[in-house]
C-alpha cells in the first residue's frame, strides 16, 4: 500500500495527514506555526520532522515507506525560498540517518487549489488579511493573479480595507474629511480619540491594520457611505482578479473557490462581492472546495511519485 503525507502550514498552526492512495485518512496530527520567513527554518524543520515521526509511529512504520511528502505553507511562494526549506529538512534527514523519499515544499495557495478542486482545473480566490489568486488549466499549468504583497498590492483583502479606513478616519481628525461611523467604532475597539493617538498606535504600538476591517464592513453595513465606497472600491478589484485569471485560463465558465475571512464567511462585504459577481461575471462557478488545503498537499505528493 503506498502512503503519502500531506501537510499544511500556516502562521499560526500546521495541519498533517498521513493518506493512503485513495486519499483515505489513516492519521492526523497538528502543530504549532510553520512560516520559516518569521520563525526560520531551524524551527520549521524541527516541527516538520517531528510530524512525520508521529506519523510513522502512530503506525508502526519506518518513514522509508512513506512514498513521498509534500509541504505547503506561508512563504514559500518563491521557488528560491522553498528550495532554502527543502534543503534545511534533508540537511537534517541526513544529520539523523533518517529515511525519507521524496520531499517537496510549495505554496499554501498551492495546496488548497489541488484540494478545493482535487487536482482538476479551477481556480481560488484567496482574501484574509492579504489577497492573491491562484488558478489550473485544462493542461496543468499554474496561473497566478495578485500577492504583490502589502506594499503594492493585496487589493480588495482585509489590510487595504483596514488601511482605507483608517486613512478616512484620520483625515476627519484634522478636518480633510466628513464624520464616520468608523471613527466612533475604532475608539471603542482601540481607544484611539484624535490623530496623535491614530499615529501612536499605528507606528509605535504596530496595530495590525487588518484589525480595522470588520469595523469598516460594520460600519458600511449600517448605512456610511465613506466605508461604502472602500468596499465598493475592493470589490471591483476583487473582479478584476477574476476577470484577469479568466483570461489566463481561456475558460469563461471558470469555476472558483472562495478562501479567506472577508469573502468566504458570511458578511456584508461578501454580499456585495458576490452580488456584483453575479451580476457583472454571471458565467463564474463559484463553489465549495472538495478537500482542505492538507489533502491538496496529499495529492501532489502523489503526483511527485
Given at each position: ?66 512514498d513521498s511528502v509534500v509541504l505547503g505553507t506561508t512563504g514559500a511562494g518563491r521557488d ?101 461611523l468608523l471613527r466612533t467604532k475604532i475608539e471603542t475597539e482601540f481607544g484611539i480619540t ?112
Open positions: 500500500m503506498s502512503l503519502f503525507i500531506g501537510i499544511d502550514g500556516g502562521g499560526t498552526k500546521t495541519k498533517c495527514v498521513l493518506c493512503d492512495e485513495s486519499l483515505k485518512v489513516v492519521y492526523e496530527t497538528q502543530s504549532g506555526p510553520s512560516n520559516f520567513l518569521t520563525i526560520g527554518t531551524d524551527v520549521v524543520t524541527e516541527t516538520v520532522l517531528s510530524l512525520i515521526s508521529e506519523c510513522c509511529k502512530s503506525q508502526n512504520l519506518s518513514s522509508a515507506l512513506i528560491s525560498d522553498a528550495k532554502k526549506l527543502e534543503n534545511a529538512v534533508f540537511a537534517e534527514v541526513k544529520s539523523q540517518s533518517l529515511n525519507l523519499n521524496l520531499f517537496k515544499v510549495v505554496s499554501d495557495a498551492r495546496i488548497a487549489l489541488e484540494g478545493a478542486f482535487s487536482g482538476k482545473p479551477g481556480s481560488i480566490l484567496i482574501a484574509g488579511t492579504g489577497s492573491i489568486m491562484f488558478g489550473k488549466d485544462k493542461d496543468d499549468n499554474i496561473h497566478r493573479v495578485g500577492g504583490c504583497g502589502r506594499l503594492i498590492g493585496d487589493e480588495g483583502s482585509g489590510l487595504v480595507i483596514g488601511r482605507k479606513g483608517l486613512n478616512i478616519v484620520s483625515k476627519y481628525f484634522d478636518g480633510r474629511g466628513k464624520e464616520t484624535n490623530q496623535t493617538e491614530l499615529i501612536t498606535k499605528v507606528y509605535t504600538d504596530n496595530l495590525e491594520i487588518q484589525q480595522v476591517a470588520p469595523l469598516v464592513i460594520q460600519s458600511a453595513k449600517e448605512g456610511d457611505e465613506l466605508c461604502k465606497n472602500i468596499l465598493d472600491e475592493e470589490t471591483d478589484e476583487l473582479l478584476l482578479h477574476i476577470m484577469a485569471m479568466s483570461k489566463k485560463l481561456n475558460d469563461k465558465f471558470m469555476k472558483v473557490v472562495f478562501i479567506g475571512g472577508t469573502i468566504a464567511t458570511d458578511n456584508y462585504y461578501s454580499k456585495m462581492f458576490k452580488e456584483k459577481l453575479t451580476k457583472f461575471l454571471p458565467e463564474i462557478q463559484i463553489q465549495q472546495a472538495e478537500y482542505p488545503p492538507e489533502i491538496g498537499a496529499v495529492i501532489l505528493a502523489k503526483q511527485s511519485t
